[in-house]
């Protein structure tokens, strides 16, 4: 399975752009890479998943580069709500992993 | 979307005892997955429920302490046999969903179990 890694904490404030990068060296070719969000006291929500290149939609924008051993997930002018943790996964076909740690974003006024 | 509901939401229990979580899902899905997340901890996997088989479960965990049910595509129920206190944790139930785009997992909203 590939291991997933990525900064344990984050800081940033209101209206910035945050981007949140995802090292996975050992990711294989059917590996897709997933973003989630979670906020306290509820479960993970899906925000991106990608394969190459760059994915977009309402929520972030997914980087990934042509070796596929990484991945920057960015949201675009952050808002306090943002603050949460968000965990990188790497996922084959129909297996979820194991999370690893996940960074906590702090979003400052 | 899948819309998954867990009930309970939370439980104070005493040590030595025992507490089914149920999770149920608005569709029929394959597989339904479970995990403990500690506190101030990430989503570690329990066990992997298909309907009709045994769950399989990750190492760690073992049948005899958390035993799972999946009766049918929609419902699963995780026990959590001879607490103690080192069991506090939430408690998740999850699904995936695959459609044109992605393969999305969604995540009921936990059980917080304190056990004292």
């Known amino acids: 399975l590939a291991k997933t890694t990525q900064p344990i904490s984050m800081d940033s404030y209101e209206g910035q752009e945050v981007n949140i990068t995802c090292s996975h060296n050992?990711?294989?070719?059917?590996?897709?890479i997933t973003w989630y969000q979670q906020f306290p006291s509820q479960g993970p929500r899906f925000i991106i998943q990608g394969y190459k290149t760059k994915v977009t939609n309402e929520v972030a924008s997914l980087f990934i580069p042509a070796d596929r051993k990484s991945s920057t997930l960015s949201l675009p002018r952050v808002s306090l709500s943002d603050t949460a943790v968000y965990y990188c996964l790497v996922i084959v076909g129909s297996y979820i992993p194991t999370f690893g740690r996940g960074t906590s974003l702090i979003v400052h006024p | 979307s899948a819309v998954i509901s867990q009930k309970p939401s939370r439980d104070i229990c005493q040590r030595g005892t025992s507490l089914t979580i149920q999770c149920q899902v608005d569709s029929q899905v394959t597989m339904m997955f479970w995990y403990r997340q500690q506190p101030g901890q990430s989503l570690t996997l329990i066990a992997t429920a298909n309907q009709g088989s045994e769950a399989t479960y990750e190492s760690g965990f073992v049948i005899d302490k958390f035993p799972i049910s999946r009766p049918n595509l929609t419902f699963s129920t995780l026990t959590v046999s001879n607490m103690s206190p080192e069991d506090s944790s939430i408690y998740l139930c999850?699904?995936?969903?695959?459609?044109?785009?992605?393969?999305?997992?969604?995540f009921g909203q936990g059980t917080r179990l304190t056990v004292v």
């Open positions: 999850s699904v995936e969903e695959k459609d044109m785009r992605d393969t999305e997992a969604f």
């Open positions: 050992n990711i294989a070719t059917n590996d897709y």
